[in-house]
């Protein structure tokens, strides 16, 4: 079974600055997707950037932006110019490619990204 | 596009009682998945269902937990009788055959006291 851990229970930034989240994942599959989503207060799960396992080119979403290292199996978050509205809990993901049945997504236990103004 | 969306966004009910959280996925989203989070256990997918039917339940706990989906826009979980290890908020999910992006409704707050 796939597992997905985030070892930064809490993180902090100062606003206009950057912050790098880190996600780790275990699974024996080769293709697969990986995901980042935002949680703020109001409790809707957002997405905020999606990785295709096969490309290696790392996903941007302006000023998201993800480092993957497939053979590390790595999935980081960056976050440039911090801005108060990013102030929310954040989940790692994972999903297996649709031929391999499973359509689930494993969620990692969450960071806590606080922006100090 | 309204996206999904469930009701009631909060449940307040007592140990014993029977609950029911719905859900409507995205009109033309061929899977909805049910997914708990709690504090403990953070967010676990409970069951998905693909054309109606449910393809996977490992996640459901026990056999106080049913969920169904009698047509395409409308799926329930149930449960009975509920317990205070029950509260926790509860997301239903909708996603498009042929894509990878699950879309989640704003969530269902259960407390059981």
């Known amino acids: 079974a796939q597992t997905v851990t985030q070892s930064q229970p809490e993180m902090s930034v100062q606003e206009a600055e950057t912050v790098t989240l880190s996600c780790t994942y275990d699974?024996?599959?080769?293709?697969?997707?990986l995901f980042w989503y935002k949680q703020p207060p109001s409790r809707q799960m957002i997405l905020v950037i999606r990785?295709?396992?096969?490309?290696?080119q790392n996903a941007t979403e302006n000023r998201f932006s993800v480092n993957f290292q497939k053979a590390a199996k790595s999935f980081s978050l960056k976050i440039s110019d911090s801005q108060l509205g990013d102030a929310a809990m954040y989940f790692c993901?994972?999903?297996?490619?649709?031929?391999?049945?499973?359509?689930?997504?494993?969620f990692g236990q969450g960071t806590r990204l606080t922006i100090n103004p | 596009d309204a996206g999904v969306i469930q009701s009631p966004r909060h449940e307040v009910t007592e140990m014993g009682q029977e609950v029911t959280l719905r859900c409507k996925p995205i009109?033309?989203?061929?899977?909805l998945f049910w997914y708990r989070q709690t504090m403990m256990r953070g967010l676990e997918l409970l069951i998905y269902?693909?054309?109606?039917?449910?393809?996977?339940d490992s996640g459901m706990p026990e056999d106080r937990f049913s969920a169904k989906m009698p047509n395409a826009s409308f799926s329930t979980l149930k449960i009975q009788p509920s317990e205070p290890r029950d509260s926790a908020v509860y997301f239903c999910?909708?996603?498009?055959?042929?894509?990878?992006?699950?879309?989640f409704g704003p969530g269902t707050r259960l407390t059981v006291l």
């Open positions: 993901a994972y999903r297996s490619h649709p031929y391999q049945g499973a359509q689930k997504l494993v």
């Open positions: 990785q295709e396992a096969y490309k290696q």
């Open positions: 269902f693909n054309n109606n039917v449910p393809i996977d």
């Open positions: 999910a909708s996603l498009p055959s042929g894509t990878d992006t699950q879309y």
């Open positions: 699974t024996s599959e080769s293709d697969y997707y």
């Open positions: 009109s033309g989203h061929d899977y």
